[in-house]
């Protein structure tokens, strides 16, 4: 079946350090995958996606790389900041006739200043 | 602005009560589905609807009923409210896939249900 495992929170760095956050899935095909990113008190919001192998998604300085050989699709940025502490979330949209999106179960990140 | 709006925003029922949580897009997707999240389990699907006269049950459907008589709306119903459905509800909404190229949800931003 479809899935995705991140890794469990909370992360808390310190600003301007690096951050990863872990996301492997598990499908039948080839799913679309995404990252989406949630602010205290706020609906998701879409931060980032990839369609197909080796593409790289980026934005506001994250970036994510879909690995098939590894079913990843870890999330990065370089120097983080205090405007970055949310929760992120790891998506697998496997498409087809259900076009269900498969969500993981969030990761805090907490950015100390 | 185009996106998808959900209304109310905060709501507090008693137990046994039924409500409706509203949920309205306009771009036209054909694509809806509904989630809740509760803390440390993240989102999960209580039901989704792939066009318009078309419904089906996600991960949580029990208590929970939705129609799609239009594309746009895609209203969910409480029949009798019960504090386990304590949480927030998120709509979203989206295109679908075409040539492989998947754009991912719009999420609304959420009402947050208190049942006592």
Request: with cysteine; charged share 15%; hydrophobic share 30%.
């Amino acid at each position: 079946g479809n899935s995705v495992t991140q890794m469990e929170g909370p992360v808390t760095l310190s600003e301007e350090a690096f951050l990863t956050i872990n996301c492997t899935y598990t499908a039948t095909g080839y799913p679309s995958l995404f990252w989406y990113v949630q602010y205290p008190g706020e609906g998701l919001q879409l931060l980032l996606k990839a369609t197909k192998a080796d593409d790289k998604g980026s934005n506001k300085g994250f970036e994510a790389t879909y690995r098939k050989e590894t079913t990843s699709f870890h999330l990065e940025k370089g120097s983080v900041q205090v405007s970055d502490s949310a929760v992120y979330f790891c998506a697998s949209f496997p498409g087809g006739a259900t076009n269900k999106l498969i969500f993981g179960t969030g990761t805090l990140l907490a950015v100390q200043p | 602005n185009a996106g998808v709006t959900q209304t109310p925003k905060f709501q507090v029922l008693k137990t046994g009560q039924s409500m409706t949580l509203q949920c309205a897009q306009d771009m036209n997707h054909e694509y809806m589905s509904w989630y809740r999240q509760d803390p440390g389990m993240g989102l999960r699907l209580i039901h989704y609807s792939v066009g318009a006269g078309i419904t089906d049950q996600g991960e949580v459907p029990n208590g929970y009923n939705v129609s799609r008589s239009t594309t746009e709306d895609f209203p969910l119903r409480l029949l009798s409210a019960a504090p386990s459905q304590t949480s927030v509800y998120f709509c979203a909404s989206s295109t679908r896939c075409r040539g492989g190229i998947c754009y991912g949800y719009t999420f609304g931003s959420g009402t947050r249900l208190t049942v006592v």
